[in-house]
């Protein structure tokens, strides 16, 4: 009679121990699990470092002029009326700034478009 409540109990054990290492939510799938999270953080850095970036310039968009006016500059090559603006030839720029910029330069009088 001892003897088999020994072999059952062992039975027991062996099978929460498979349970344990090898069985659905035991060490092994931990393990997968871990090295998911791990790739999946460093694919997230890079993105979470762009969102950073961005807060910022929206931050600095809503509360400085210095940001807008730079933003104005170098998308659609704005100059202040104050200013002269000098084309350098063999230097790129798009035909569109150009165009615009040249109006300005020429009639100063003329508000720039929006």
């Given at each position: 009679?001892?003897?088999?409540?020994?072999?059952?109990?062992?039975a027991?054990?062996?099978?929460?121990?498979?349970?344990?290492?090898?069985?659905?939510g035991?060490?092994?799938?931990?393990?997968?699990?871990?090295?998911?999270?791990?790739?999946?953080?460093?694919?997230?850095?890079?993105?979470?470092?762009?969102?950073?970036?961005?807060?910022?310039?929206v931050?600095?968009?809503?509360?400085?002029?210095d940001?807008?006016?730079?933003?104005?500059?170098?998308?659609m090559?704005?100059?202040?009326?104050?200013?002269?603006?000098?084309?350098?030839?063999?230097?790129?720029?798009?035909?569109?700034?150009?165009?615009?910029?040249?109006?300005?330069?020429?009639?100063p009088?003329?508000?720039?478009?929006?």
């Open positions: 009679m001892r003897k088999w409540l020994v072999i059952a109990l062992s027991m054990l062996a099978l929460l121990q498979y349970q344990l290492w090898l069985g659905d035991g060490w092994r799938d931990l393990h997968r699990v871990g090295n998911r999270v791990a790739e999946q953080e460093a694919i997230n850095q890079p993105l979470r470092e762009r969102n950073a970036r961005l807060a910022a310039e931050t600095d968009l809503k509360t400085g002029l940001a807008i006016e730079e933003r104005a500059r170098s998308d090559g704005m100059v202040r009326t104050d200013e002269q603006f000098f084309w350098v030839p063999g230097v790129a720029i798009e035909h569109e700034l150009l165009e615009i910029n040249a109006g300005i330069v020429t009639n009088e003329r508000e720039p478009r929006p």
